[in-house]
């Protein structure tokens, strides 16, 4: 029952990933406006690959760019709310406890 359960599960979160990847707009191409300004802030910030290594400028020179902003990330409290939300608006399956 656990597999059949889980399939289900896994078929289920595949079907909704791929209904919101096709949903997005390709039929408005980027005029050449946004690519040139994509462009320079990729020159900008570093983040053009080099060479055929693979790593980016700002990870081989990291001191030549500018840093990252750091990101803060969620509270323990936040998360756990979250998660009790989801059990409770049945986004998540309340767990059975085997």
């Not at 946004?34 to 990729?42: G, R, S």
């Amino acid at each position: 029952m656990n597999r059949t359960y889980a399939s289900i599960l896994a078929l289920t979160l595949t079907a909704f990933s791929a209904g919101s990847a096709l949903a997005s707009d390709a039929s408005a191409p980027k005029t050449r406006e946004q690519v040139k300004a994509e462009l320079a802030e990729a020159i900008r910030t570093g983040d053009i690959s080099y060479g055929e290594s693979g790593q980016k400028l700002n990870e081989l020179f990291p001191h030549q760019y500018p840093a990252k902003p750091v990101v803060q990330g969620k509270t323990r409290d936040q998360v756990k709310a979250e998660l009790a939300e989801a059990v409770r608006s049945g986004q998540l399956p309340a767990h059975s406890g085997s």
